[in-house]
């Protein structure tokens, strides 16, 4: 069973940057599509970013050109830069595979004060 552990949260106002880190547990890792997610107050759950395989990458049109996804398979991690951070990225960040969905993870907090 993959156990996705995500951390890098926090409080940063509007402007700042941070960066998130997704560690999952198996072999199976460097096969997968690895996705970032966030879901807000009261919102949907939405894809933020996602890297395949071969290390292309897609950005919801909301944070293209400031966030950043990365993975490294010898480590097994999945990485999210946000620069340029808004009030509006506040949510609550999770990463997991494309489909279909390995057990979610306790997500990491990512606030950003205006």
């Known amino acids: 069973q993959v156990q996705l552990v995500e951390s890098g949260g926090g409080l940063v106002q509007a402007g700042g940057s941070l960066r998130l880190s997704c560690a999952a547990s198996g072999s199976i890792f460097s096969i997968n599509t690895m996705v970032w997610y966030r879901q807000a107050p009261g919102k949907q759950r939405e894809l933020v970013a996602r890297?395949?395989?071969?290390?292309?990458?897609n950005y919801a049109d909301s944070v293209k050109g400031r966030f950043t996804i990365s993975r490294d398979n010898a480590k097994n991690t999945v990485y999210l830069q946000m620069n340029s951070l808004k009030p509006e990225d506040t949510a609550v960040y999770y990463c997991n595979r494309l489909t279909p969905y390995w057990p979610w993870g306790q997500g990491t907090l990512v606030t950003v004060s205006s």
């Open positions: 890297i395949s395989s071969d290390d292309s990458t």
